[in-house]
């Protein structure tokens, strides 16, 4: 039931008023054929509007089956358009890139009926109108009678209480003019009919009410009606479009301009393309730099010395160097340097807590210790000293020995090679050394000997190993593997004399025999020039050699003598309490290193080392904590920071592009709005909402934008191969150019989101596009 109530609808134009609607007043029964006459002008297309929800009246009041209109927002006209008014056009207004049955469930789509469902209705209202044949092929396939008749299933498949057709044949011949009245004429026997036309006799004959219509007011009505007691039955099913429907209407929409969507996405992955070279060649460089410094490591490890500076603790790692503000005076400070002199207490404990690294950061410990192996050879029959221990025999010399070998801590000369902490995850040396001759080592008593790249050695490491030597001499493997040495222990070693001074004993197979006998078990060299090198050339040994001797020697008569006394029991000088610590290490007294390097696994697991190592320091006051030395910060940081700012800096020229892109996009998102605008109207003759119509340019967008972005990725991707041929022939590195999965992925979504930024505003201007003025245009 329909009722129309003293409605008003006027158009102004400057300073001219228009009232096509002037206090018109009438009611429709529920199945009804009703023509409305008049010339053009006299408002009967603006009375078709109105009663469409297509258009607002200004004053009055329409009814629906009891239910005023005048509080209805605008989501209410569109529920009101889709479920209960059905349009037939004068132009038809199909879309021409769906094929009808597409056509046809457009309506459905927009309520939300499921797809089988509003396919079956489809083919219903198409086989109700003698179509059936025709499903799917496109407008442009039919003639105009079928056109109109594709445009009649589409008004009648979601089954609206009132039809309203504009000139329905206005555009066909008289043969197919009288087929499409009939074809209206039978519908009306199930619901209201309202057709508008100017051609009387169509009315005169088919028509069951004429309504003739003059300047905004109704002339005459052949058949009124009043009706009484209409209680309200009107209900509203709301429309929704879903985003997977907008994405299917847009696609194939994109897919009937596909020269045209290939070339735009082609200019719009032309930013993503520069920036995802740009990333490839950052991310190739950038593992280049860390596989050359995860190399380098051994020789830049993390060290700990008994003495230190504090300049790479962990405040220092985390503070800004940035420029402080001016505030017009200087603050007195003492020398860096001063301040930065630290003395680490190594102790057992620390060294226990050192020992439960995780592995998986740093898998290889060297412990530096002063102790002094006293060792022995025999050479022809003959017993002599061997001097390639830590420390020189001599008492004179065995202080500034100690003190090399501190020192030595520091950087990569040291016969001590690593302790492994999993063996499981590889051997050290192994790993980082090629077997010339011999066997790995597999006892604490096998010794090695270490040679450069050439394979020579240090000439004063033969000579002590009792060699007799010339620069340049060549010394076959078999002579050197199996030689034998004797580590003897202090009281087998030293002799007390009566003034209470110790002197080594002379040498005698007797005490050659006591020692505990060792063994050059293999002869090993880096496997490359980029291999860890931290084994100086000579003699290695592992650390549970000297932790043996220290065992041995901690209560010799030495020792015992040297803690009673403030003098070196060798020299008989007398000794500070730190000559007389250093001296205790000599000989065997402690178990504590002097100096501990740490080899992080690689970069990624360096920093997990440092916070360990600070974890230590945690609450602890300044002079207890342990002081590290990171050796390898300042060129990681400086390496890192410049390929980083490289980057960002190519990135955002790039970038500019990307821009371009998005301007570019939404051009073209404006160019779809005006060349769809009878489509806008004829989704909102449906029922389409506002956000339907925004949805479905977005929708469009982001096609284009997920397009553009994989098209850009491909093309990086591509050209990622000839880049590397180029800089392989230029530096001969392999493979620089290694696009990242994720980075490709996150350049895709950016491609996404720039492009539905760029196209979100035309798709805003296409919502708020009049539904009436949008169906004129041509």
């Not at 004063?460 to 222990?489: A, H, P, R």
Request: net charge positive.
């Amino acid at each position: 039931m329909l009722q129309l109530e003293h409605l008003y609808k006027s158009y102004h134009v400057g300073d001219n008023v228009t009232h096509a609607l002037d206090d018109v007043s009438i009611s429709f029964r529920d199945q009804e054929f009703v023509a409305i006459l008049g010339p053009s002008g006299s408002g009967k297309t603006t009375l078709l509007n109105v009663i469409g929800g297509l258009d607002r009246y200004d004053k009055g009041d329409m009814i629906i089956n009891g239910k005023s209109t005048k509080n209805f927002t605008e989501t209410d006209w569109d529920a009101y358009r889709n479920n209960t008014v059905g349009f037939i056009f004068q132009n038809y207004n199909l879309i021409s890139h769906l094929s009808i049955v597409a056509n046809v469930e457009l309506g459905m789509t927009l309520s939300g009926v499921p797809a089988k469902k509003r396919h079956e209705k489809a083919i219903k209202a198409l086989t109700e109108v003698g179509l059936k044949d025709h499903i799917d092929k496109k407008p442009n396939q039919l003639s105009g009678g079928q056109m109109q008749r594709v445009a009649i299933a589409r008004a009648i498949a979601n089954d609206p209480d009132i039809l309203l057709c504009d000139e329905p044949t206005g555009a066909l011949d008289t043969e197919t003019s009288v087929q499409i009245m009939e074809l209206i004429k039978k519908l009306s026997k199930d619901r209201l009919v309202i057709m508008v036309t100017h051609n009387p006799e169509l009315a005169e004959q088919y028509a069951t009410r004429i309504v003739r219509f003059q300047d905004g007011k109704i002339l005459s009505d052949s058949d009124p009606y009043t009706p009484h007691d209409v209680k309200d039955t009107f209900k509203l099913k709301r429309t929704k479009m879903s985003y997977w429907n907008a994405i299917k209407l847009s696609f194939t929409n994109i897919m009937t301009k596909k020269a045209r969507t290939t070339l735009t996405a082609f200019a719009s992955s032309i930013g993503i393309i520069s920036i995802a070279v740009v990333l490839a060649l950052s991310n190739g460089f950038q593992k280049q730099i860390n596989t050359t410094m995860s190399k380098a490591l051994a020789k830049y490890p993390v060290s700990i010395t008994q003495t230190a500076t504090d300049m790479m603790s962990v405040e220092t790692r985390k503070e800004s160097d940035k420029n402080v503000k001016n505030r017009g005076y200087v603050t007195a400070q003492k020398d860096q340097n001063q301040q930065a002199t630290h003395t680490n207490k190594i102790t057992q404990k620390y060294i226990d807590y050192i020992k439960k690294i995780n592995p998986n950061y740093a898998n290889n410990i060297s412990y530096q210790r002063a102790t002094n192996l006293n060792l022995l050879s025999q050479v022809n029959g003959k017993i002599q000293r061997v001097q390639f221990s830590n420390v020189d025999q001599s008492a004179s010399q065995s202080i500034s020995a100690m003190r090399s070998q501190a020192m030595s801590s520091m950087g990569i000369g040291s016969s001590v090679f690593p302790t492994t902490l999993d063996k499981s995850k590889g051997n050290f040396l192994k790993q980082n050394y090629q077997l010339l001759s011999g066997a790995w080592p597999t006892k604490d008593t096998d010794l090695v000997l270490v040679t450069d790249n050439k394979n020579t050695v240090n000439i004063n490491s033969l000579k002590n190993l009792g060699f007799d030597v010339e620069d340049g001499n060549k010394i076959k493997f078999n002579k050197l593997i199996g030689k034998q040495f004797s580590v003897v222990s202090n009281n087998n070693y030293y002799q007390e004399l009566p003034t209470g001074m110790f002197v080594p004993r002379k040498t005698s197979q007797n005490m050659y025999n006591s020692g505990t006998k060792l063994r050059l078990s293999a002869v090993i060299r880096p496997k490359n020039e980029d291999s860890m090198a931290l084994l100086s050339t000579g003699i290695a040994y592992s650390d549970k050699l000297t932790q043996n001797v220290i065992d041995q020697n901690e209560n010799s008569v030495i020792v015992k003598a040297q803690k009673a006394s403030d003098r070196n029991v060798l020299t008989g000088q007398s000794m500070n309490n730190s000559q007389k610590e250093q001296m205790l290490q000599t000989l065997g007294a402690t178990s504590v290193p002097t100096g501990i390097m740490i080899y992080p696994n690689n970069f990624d697991s360096k920093d997990k080392v440092l916070d360990y190592l600070d974890k230590w320091n945690k609450g602890k006051s300044k002079k207890d904590q342990i002081i590290y030395t990171d050796m390898s910060s300042a060129v990681t940081t400086m390496t890192g920071g410049l390929l980083n700012g490289i980057t960002t800096v190519l990135v955002a020229f790039a970038a500019i592009s990307l821009i371009t892109s998005m301007i570019m996009i939404g051009i073209l998102t404006y160019t779809s709005v005006l060349e769809r605008t009878k489509e806008i109207g004829v989704l909102k003759a449906l029922g389409a909402r506002k956000r339907d119509i925004t949805r479905v340019f977005d929708a469009e967008t982001f096609i284009l934008g997920v397009f553009a972005g994989v098209l850009g990725v491909g093309i990086a991707y591509l050209l990622t191969f000839p880049i590397n041929s180029v800089i392989y022939h230029i530096t001969d590195l392999a493979n620089v150019a290694q696009l990242n999965p994720v980075h490709a992925l996150i350049l895709i979504i950016i491609s996404t989101v720039l492009t539905l930024l760029g196209g979100h505003l035309p798709a805003r201007m296409a919502a708020k596009k009049d539904a009436a003025i949008a169906l004129r245009s041509e």
